[in-house]
Nanobody, 119 residues
Framework: QVQLVESGGGLVQPGGSLRLSCAISVTFFSINTMGWYRQSPGTERELVAFITSRSRTNYADSVQGRFTISRDNAKNTVYLQMNSLKPEDTAVYYC?????????????WGQGTQVTVSS
């Protein structure tokens, strides 16, 4: 069974920082690309950043230069360091991972963690 558990969300003032973590419980599988998405009320879920198994990264234009995605393969964990936060970053943040078993790759999602940027 695969589980993704996010943590690190909360309330922060504009200009502040938060670090999100997503721990993946999995055995006998390979974790390929890992990513972070976000969704605010009335909008579609959007990609924030992803990191490949070779640590190649990609960011949405709206967070480029402010957010950093990283992974610790020994801990099966992906992180999202968020700096210079803005009110428009307020959303539920979800992590996901492409997990491979043999020739089959499936995408799994976490339950989401709320990030609120407000004074």
């Amino acid at each position: 069974q695969v589980q993704l558990v996010e943590s690190g969300g909360g309330l922060v003032q504009p200009g502040g920082s938060l670090r999100l973590s997503c721990a993946i419980s999995v055995t006998f599988f390979s974790i390929n690309t890992m990513g972070w998405y976000r969704q605010s009320p009335g909008t579609e879920r959007e990609l924030v950043a992803f990191i490949t198994s070779r640590s190649r990264t990609n960011y949405a234009d709206s967070v480029q230069g402010r957010f950093t995605i990283s992974r610790d393969n020994a801990k099966n964990t992906v992180y999202l360091q968020m700096n210079s936060l803005k009110p428009e970053d307020t959303a539920v943040y979800y992590c996901n991972a492409d997990i491979q078993s043999g020739y089959i790759t499936r995408t799994y999602w976490g339950q989401g963690t709320q990030v609120t940027v407000s004074s």
